[in-house]
């Protein structure tokens, strides 16, 4: 039995697909390994990324928030005027086969392209600093000798 090819809609036209890693990123701009390019992760690296999304008309960049690897990356995209889906890695997770860090970026590429991901919750500025004031407050209420009980974690 032949194996039915679906079309479906290209949502995204200039989308781009990263898997951000600790050493470095892979980034794909269309479907094909000769489109993937790998960078490095210290600022410098970041711009050069940015610069070659740019020159090739990438308007949409979907990447996986992978532990905080993608915080830098993301800063860059974002002043860069390139709109950023941070997805969760387990919505990217379906390919079969050898996985590698080619394959992984061309598939975000590929879902980001055709509308399928959806991105994480990221809070503006003023709530990102209001959770870190609560977070350290809890904690250091709960260090304090005298504490009430039932303030300390379990």
């Not at 809609?9 to 269309?30: C, L, Q, T, Y």
């Not at 600022?43 to 690897?69: C, F, N, P, Q």
């Not at 990102?128 to 250091?140: D, I, K």
Request: net charge positive; proline share 3%; charged share 20%.
């Amino acid at each position: 039995m032949a194996k039915k090819k679906v079309k479906m809609e290209i949502i995204n036209p200039h989308a781009a697909g990263i898997d951000v890693g600790s050493r470095s990123h892979f980034v794909a701009i269309n479907h094909l390994k000769e489109d993937v390019r790998e960078f490095g992760v210290y600022a410098e690296d970041l711009r050069t990324l940015v610069s070659w999304l740019l020159s090739h008309g990438i308007k949409t960049v979907a990447m996986e928030s992978t532990g905080s690897y993608w915080q830098n990356l993301y800063t860059e995209l974002d002043q860069a005027g390139i709109e950023v889906v941070l997805v969760n890695g387990k919505f990217t997770k379906n390919i079969q086969g050898k996985k590698t860090d080619v394959l992984d970026c061309i598939w975000i590429q590929k879902l980001h392209t055709l509308g399928l991901l959806s991105g994480s919750f990221l809070p503006d500025t003023q709530t990102e600093q209001l959770r870190t004031l609560c977070r350290h407050r809890g904690t250091w209420f709960i260090m304090q000798p005298n504490a009430p009980k039932g303030c300390h974690k379990t």
